[in-house]
């Protein structure tokens, strides 16, 4: 159960032009987050901007921007990251077996040297926060400036939203 109520969209008439936003771009869904969000119409909008870019206008592979997400959600407990973005790995081609291997990936043969490289980089700048000269050659390698701009944006912003979720205990089938 989350720690703060979610916002009840009949109780709550001023933000109906909000919630009709986010529906938009969202595709009807008003999700868990997006309802928690709501307490904070700003923080709202800017986040719904920000993965809005971040989900359809960013320019590398989508199979690699769903695993950067399924290893943040796996490894930062953020179940709700996790499986809510499970159909969208699966139809941007990462496999089944390949997500119920995220958590362990190194010992996995199931990553190419591409995903394994970005699972990498994902770590470090989870974790570490500075990633070592070597970590960044290797996706230097492999980008151009502005997808490497987008993958480290992308990166941060699934680990600001793992955050955000684990600390305010957002669960899927809330």
């Known amino acids: 159960m989350a720690r703060i109520p979610y916002i009840k969209e009949a109780e709550h008439p001023e933000l109906a032009e909000m919630i009709a936003s986010i529906r938009e771009r969202r595709q ?15 923080l709202a909008e800017g986040w719904m901007k920000l993965f809005t870019v971040i989900r359809y206008q960013t320019t590398f592979d989508p199979r690699l921007r769903e695993l950067i997400v399924a290893r943040i959600g796996v490894h930062n407990g953020a179940r709700y990251e996790y499986e809510a973005h499970r159909s969208h790995a699966l139809a941007a081609g990462v496999t089944a077996a390949q997500l119920d291997a995220i958590g362990d990936w190194r010992q996995s043969s199931l990553f190419d040297a591409t995903a394994r490289t970005i699972l990498e980089y994902t770590d470090a700048i989870t974790d570490d926060i500075k990633v070592s000269d070597a970590v960044f050659a290797a996706v230097r390698a492999l980008f151009d400036d502005r997808q490497l701009v987008e993958l480290t944006g992308t990166i941060a912003a699934y680990s600001f939203v793992s955050r955000f ?4 205990e957002i669960e899927p089938g809330e």
């Not at 009807?28 to 700003?42: N, Q």
């Open 28 to 42: 009807g869904a008003l999700s868990p987050p997006a309802r928690m969000l709501l307490h904070s119409p700003p």
């Open 165 to 168: 979720l684990v600390a305010l």
